[in-house]
T-cell receptor, first 117, second 112 residues
Framework: ETGVTQTPRHLVMGMTNKKSLKCEQH?????MYWYKQSAKKPLELMFV???????ENNSVPSRFSPECPNSSHLFLHLHTLQPEDSALYLC????????????????FGPGTRLTVL | TQLLEQSPQFLSIQEGENLTVYCNSS?????LQWYRQEPGEGPVLLVT?????EVKKLKRLTFQFGDARKDSSLHITAAQPGDTGLYLC????????????FGTGTRLTVIP
């Protein structure tokens, strides 16, 4: 496997279910991200992990819970979701340089298409 | 919030035509990136522009960063059906994390 992979590619769940999305990067990067892409809305950053520590949480509801056990893996745990949470969830990774950055390239996975019934 | 407006939102053209997509903001960015996203896939980086006034060419695609680093344009010459996709601009701000703010997107369809 190369690049950034995400599983599952498609997920349908009820509002009372608990599920997890998985992301794996094979690029040796030290930062990983979760984004939400909805129709008619710009791509929204949800969580950022740098060196396995969460550095950004853009006011995401607690029904979304991220986990980064190591620099190659990122999970998004889902519970009691709402129909408006239906969207494409994208994972990305990048190599953050010490002392700041300018235009660090983010590499995206193919996404998980989530439908909440 | 750093809002990036892209125009047009939708564009359908014939193969061989030229087109320009715009990305505008009232915020200043340290750099700006352009991505293309195809159905069922994640966005793929096309180019990063860093310097105000910078112009970069990638085959038939020409990218320009505004002098004030608030806006950018993407010009495609002689569009091909393979250019079809969602074009996204994304501005980078120096907040200590690689925090990209994405534009609203332009969905391009090139008709053979």
């Amino acid at each position: 496997e190369t690049g950034v992979t995400q599983t599952p590619r498609h997920l349908v769940m009820g509002m009372t279910n608990k599920k997890s999305l998985k992301c794996e990067q094979h690029l040796g990067h030290n930062a990983m991200y979760w984004y939400k892409q909805s129709a008619k809305k710009p791509l929204e950053l949800m969580f950022v992990y740098s060196l396995e520590e969460r550095v950004e949480n853009n006011s995401v509801p607690s029904r979304f819970s991220p986990e980064c056990p190591n620099s190659s893996h990122l999970f998004l745990h889902l519970h009691t979701l709402q129909p408006e949470d239906s969207a494409l969830y994208l994972c990305a990774s990048s190599q953050e340089l010490a002392g700041g950055h300018s235009g660090d390239t983010q590499y995206f996975g193919p996404g998980t298409r989530l439908t909440v019934l | 919030t750093q809002l990036l407006e892209q125009s047009p939102q939708f564009l359908s053209i014939q193969e061989g035509e030229n087109l320009t997509v715009y990305c505008n903001s009232s915020s200043v960015f340290s750099s700006l990136q352009w991505y293309r996203q195809e159905p069922g896939e994640g966005p793929v980086l096309l180019v990063t522009v860093v310097t105000g006034g910078e112009v970069k060419k990638l085959k038939r695609l020409t990218f320009q960063f505004g002098d004030a680093r608030k806006d950018s344009s993407l010009h495609i010459t002689a569009a091909q059906p393979g250019d079809t996709g969602l074009y996204l601009c994304a501005g980078d701000v120096l907040t200590g994390a690689n925090n990209l703010f994405f534009g609203t997107g332009t969905r391009l369809t090139v008709i053979p």
